[in-house]
């Protein structure tokens, strides 16, 4: 089991930035590639970015040039840091994680809530 827990989110102003952390614990040496994705009002969850273990990354065009995704493996912590935040970036932030072998991620925090407004 993988326990995933997020933090740093809030409200920010339009053009504002944020560094959001999801601390993981348990089976750690199982876990492959760690995700972040958000979800909005009414809207389904959509994926952010993603860290492989092969220390890979990849964005959505949505935050492409403005969120960067890193990790600390000896704090077992992945971070986003987010960047000229708009209001269509509002939304619940959750970290996902995928264990080795696994088809989909299995994983994921409560999610932390991010509001960009004037």
């Known amino acids: 089991q993988v326990q995933l827990v997020e933090s740093g989110g809030g409200l920010v102003q339009p053009g504002g930035s944020l560094r959001l952390s999801c601390a993981a614990s348990g089976s750690i040496a199982s876990i492959d590639d760690m995700a972040w994705y958000r979800q909005g009002g009414g809207a389904q969850r959509e994926f952010i970015a993603i860290?492989?273990?092969?220390?890979?990354?990849s964005y959505a065009d949505a935050v492409k040039g403005r969120f960067t995704i890193s990790k600390d493996s000896l704090k077992n912590t992945v971070y986003l840091q987010a960047n000229n935040l708009q209001p269509n970036d509002t939304g619940v932030y959750f970290c996902?994680?995928?264990?080795?072998?696994?088809?989909?991620?299995?994983?994921w925090g409560q999610g932390t809530q991010v509001t960009v407004s004037p």
């Open positions: 860290f492989t273990r092969f220390g890979g990354t």
């Open positions: 996902a994680a995928r264990a080795r072998g696994a088809a989909r991620y299995e994983y």
